[in-house]
Structures are given as C-alpha cells and as structure tokens.
C-alpha cells in the first residue's frame, strides 16, 4: 500500500476526518442546547391529551411554572415553582397547598408592583404541570389558588398524542 | 546566488498541534453530551377558562379586589353546561371514572354509563347538539362557549385530560369548578 507512510515505521493517524466529525458534533450540540430546562422539576409525568398544541416557539413572557408532582408510593402531593427563588435567591422547597396558595398570593403582589405593569394587571402566564395521576381535588386547588392570587392566563402541559 | 538553496536555513514545516484542540474539542462534547436535553417536542399546551369565579368570590368576599371589576367580562360564566366525573369507588379501579353526568339546562342530571369509549363518544355528541350558535363579541373574536368540569376528588387527572379533550374536540373551552364531593 501507498500510505501509512515509508519507511521509517512511523504510523500516524489521519486525523483530519475524526475532527471534523467531532466539530460537526459540537456544532449540533451547541445550536440544540437548553437552558431553560429548570422547568421540569422533578420527574412529572404529564398525561396524554389530543387536543393539545404545541408549544409556540416564542414562549409567553416570563411565564411561572409550577408542577404538581405526585409520589405514588406515599399518594403524597407537592407544589414546586422551578424557576422561582425566595428572598436570598435560593431555590423553593417543595409546597403544600395552603403554602402554595399563600405564595402565589405574594407572587402576584410582588409582579404587580413592577412598574412596567399597567393597572396593577399581570399578565405573566402560569403554566401548570400535573402528574396524570394526581388527583383532581389538588389540581382544583391549585388553579384556584393561582386565580385566586389574580392570574389570568392558566395553562396546563400535556403530552401530545 | 538565490538558486541556491542556504545550507544552514532547514525546510520549514509547520506541524498543527491536533492533540490539545482535540482534548479541548472532547472536553467540550462531553460537556454538551452531559448537559443535552432535547426540546420536549411531544409537550403540548392547553389554555384554561378560569375556574369559576362566583364560587370563589362567595366563598371570601373581602378578596374581592376592586380591580377584579375590570375583567368582569372574563368572570362572567354563562355556560350552561356542567359536567360532573365520578369516580370508581373500588379499591383496583380507584382513580377511573365510572360514569359521567351531564347537565345543559341547569335543571336535569342525565347520566352516562357506558365503556370508555362509548361515554366519551356520547359525550361527544350530546355536547355538539347543545352547542350554542357561534357568538362574535364586539372586538370580532369569536366566542368559545365554556363548559364547566367537575369530578370527584380522587379522580385522577389524565382521566379528567380525557374528557377535557372530547370538549376540546367538540369546540368547548373547560373551566373548573371544586370537586363534586368537596364538603362546603
């Protein structure tokens, strides 16, 4: 054979081609990256819907997610608000409901008195994760505790069939 | 003479370092790799009517706010519609829905029991005979008549997903009202 070189016994690899795939690689990596994947906290498993829609590209602004989530093993509910922090910038723990409730309540205050905000209406959506097997008393609670809080826009995840 | 080649000047040959670009480059893959999260094409959205208000403001008038009036339009809940999930009593079954009620005129509960399908199928149709003709409102947006769910409390929510999705189908909006076993 012609290559691999003379006669000097030295073999060196080709390299050319495995760096071009390795920066192919990268690149796909680099454009497909997500930061904003905090959202999903924990491991909520939505249910099926058909009628759901895809996400629009560019998401509402500053939406509040908040997951239901639901331990089958102990049938234990918890609110977490992912993308939230509290008054030293840590993250929330885990809620109950009436702590939910109260939060959003503050949540709310706390929005509507940036000075963006016209006629003290937010407008920030709320976008409801809920495990598909919680049980609809605490999925009840929770959409009434944000509109009760005054948020307009609840929407909920699906998983699309 | 500039033919000649200078004996003490060697070929140049300029040799790219691959090996550190490459531990870089691998570095970096493994960083994307690890932190790779696909966009979960498969998450869908669906926008909610807002539970019913009424029921709220009842319950604690002094919430109340004064500036609730401005979306009074939004509150204002003319559905007739109500739907009511039960839930299987038993203890395997608990969570599934028994059989649904149904109720258009405010007056009489008409029930429906049937298989899964077969429900969600009446269901179905029975919404779509007393579907309201289409309203325009004043800025030309067309109105989604709203229908209002309850169930049980122990339903379990991809089971109240469902039948949000035959209403869905049939052109309803879905707002929630408090569990139908709900004391107070």
């Known amino acids: 054979m012609s290559h691999g070189g003379g006669g000097d016994g030295a073999c060196e690899p080709n390299m050319t081609p495995l760096l071009d795939l390795v920066l192919q690689l990268l690149m796909f990596f680099i454009v497909t990256i997500n930061f904003t994947t905090a959202e999903d906290a924990g491991d909520v498993e939505l249910p099926d ?3 759901a829609r895809p996400l629009p590209s560019a998401g509402a602004k500053d939406p509040i997610f908040l997951n239901l989530l639901y331990d089958e093993k102990t049938q234990k509910h918890e609110i977490v608000l992912p993308l939230q922090l509290d008054s030293s910038g840590r993250a929330l723990p885990s809620m109950q409901q009436p702590d939910a409730r109260r939060y959003m309540k503050k949540l709310y205050a706390d929005l509507a008195r940036d000075p963006s905000v016209v ?12 495990h598909k097997a919680a049980q609809y008393s605490e999925v009840f609670q929770v959409l009434q505790s944000c509109s009760d809080a005054g948020f307009r826009q609840l929407k909920v995840r699906a998983m699309i069939q | 003479m500039s033919k000649r080649k200078k004996p ?6 300029i040799v790219l370092p691959v090996t ?30 807002l539970p019913s208000k009424s029921e709220a ?20 809940d003319k559905s007739t519609v109500t739907i009511s999930l039960r839930g299987q009593k038993d203890k395997e079954n608990r969570g599934k829905i028994s059989y649904i009620t149904i109720n258009t005129d405010n007056a009489t509960d008409e ?3 049937a298989t899964e399908e077969d429900r969600e199928r009446i269901l179905g149709e029975k919404l779509k005979t007393v579907k309201p003709a289409e309203v325009v409102d004043k800025e030309g947006r067309k109105k989604v008549p709203t229908v209002r769910m309850a169930a049980e409390s122990d339903v379990r929510w991809s089971q109240v997903m469902r039948i949000m999705d035959v209403c869905y189908k049939t052109g309803y909006q879905v707002s929630f009202i408090k569990p139908t076993d709900a004391g107070g």
């Open chain 2, 8 to 13: 003490e000047e060697p070929e140049t040959q």
């Open chain 2, 111 to 113: 029930e429906i029991k």
């Open chain 2, 57 to 76: 403001a009842a319950k604690d008038p002094s919430q109340v706010s004064p500036t609730s009036e401005a979306h009074k339009e939004e509150i204002e």
């Open chain 1, 119 to 130: 006629n003290s209406e937010v407008k920030n959506p709320v976008i409801i994760r809920a």
């Open chain 1, 49 to 51: 819907s058909q009628t």
């Open chain 2, 20 to 49: 550190p670009m490459l531990d870089m480059t691998f570095q970096l893959m493994f960083f994307f790799l690890t932190t790779f999260n696909p966009p979960s094409l498969k998450e869908g959205q669906m926008d909610l009517s």
